[in-house]
Structures are given as structure tokens and as C-alpha cells.
């Protein structure tokens, strides 16, 4: 059986930025947002091809494309493909590896941000204050749902993280008893194929976290929500969880 590694996440979680930093570890296959193999039809079929290279995927080609996968093995189809032993998902939704992967085999990794640049990026679909809930919601649904199914959990602050993206990359390698290659290279020099992901941090050639929201949402709210304490002790929670695995 393959091992398979997973991002469980909100949608603008980082996932993308994680996964790519995740494709220079020679044993694994991080092939992105591997549910739209499936559920890429009609206007949105186009998420099923490489953000890399398009329609010109020596991995996701158009033969592979063309066939039907069983939603059970669509993982080990994507793993054999990259000639892999280890997948890395960025399908972010327990619903998704409810689907795909049987229970008690994904090593889970929970990948939060801050609550409120969470909600910034969610801006376009519902209110920040909606945002703010979505967050909290997601999150404690997330651990109980990794508590109950998953082989593993990793919680992992995107910030903490992308803070020193190199030197956490090869800390969570080791907690996962993966391989590191010698140097890391630059993020512009990692070759990878994947499947859709946030198209700003495919095309970065640096790691950042956009801060933009510090600037862009009002002052009152961020204070407000960080009096809340429902947030505030959840956000204590998991910022404790990957202050464990993570380099200060
Ligand atoms: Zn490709």
C-alpha cells in the first residue's frame, strides 16, 4: 500500500505553496488537487489539466486523462503515474479523502493561517464575519474528523511555516520519515505537475505569505475577533500544536 499525505484545509489555506515545497522530496508525488481528475466536467474541465504544463503533461497526459478512474484508486492511479511510492494530496477536504483514501491511511497535515487572513481570503464568496466562522468551524470539524480517521495528524501554522519554509521543510520530512535532498532548491527550480491550485503561488518564484489584509480589513474587527474567545482558544490550540514540530 502507498502512503499517502494529506492537506486538510479551507480553500487559500497555502496548500499550493506547501505542495510545491513538497515536490522537491525525491520520494513523493505532490500532485495538487487531485479530485478534479474526477470532478473536473464541463466549464470547469479544464481543472484537471497541469497547471505546469497544460495539455502537454508527460504526467497528468492525455491519455491518462482519458481514462476513468475508480474513485477508490484514484490515488494509487496518480501515485503509479508519477512512478512514486508516497502521494501528497492538497484536496483539503475531509469529504474529499473520505472518498478516496480508506480509513486510518492518511497522514494528515492541518494547515491553518490567521483566522482573519483566512476570512480576507474567503472575502469574495462571504462576509468576514462569516469568514471568521467558517474558520472556526472548519477547523474543530477538521480535528475531530482526523482524531476519528486519520492514521496521523500534523498541525502546521502556514505563517510559522513559511517563516523559514527550507529549514521546516526538512522538520516535517523528518516527522513524516521522509527523505530530504541534500540542498532544497529555489522554489523556481523545483519541477512539479499539478493539478489546479492558487495560480499566484504556482507562478511565484519566491515563498510569501500575503499579508495584505493587516492593511485592508478595518482595525476594529481584527481586535474584535481576537477578543472572541471561542477563536482565540482554538487559535491558541493549534498555534501550541505547531509550535511542537515547527522551528520557533
Ligand atoms: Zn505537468
Redesign the pocket.
Known sequence: MQRIIGIVGLAHCGSTALSRLAACLPEVASAGEIHWLIDATGKNREKKL?????S?????SKNFLKKKFPVKRLYSAVANQFGKEILFSSDKSTRNYDRFVPVNTLEAIILYKRPVSQAFSLRRVMSLRDGVTAWRNFHLKALGWAEMYAKSTTIISLEAFMAHPQRNLRILADRLSLETPKNIPNLKNIP???INGNHRAHSSKKIFVDQKWRKRVPENFIKKVQRERPVRSLLNYLDAESRRILCP
Open positions: 497541469c497547471t505546469v504544463c497544460r502537454r503533461c508527460p504526467v497528468f512539479y505537475h499539478h
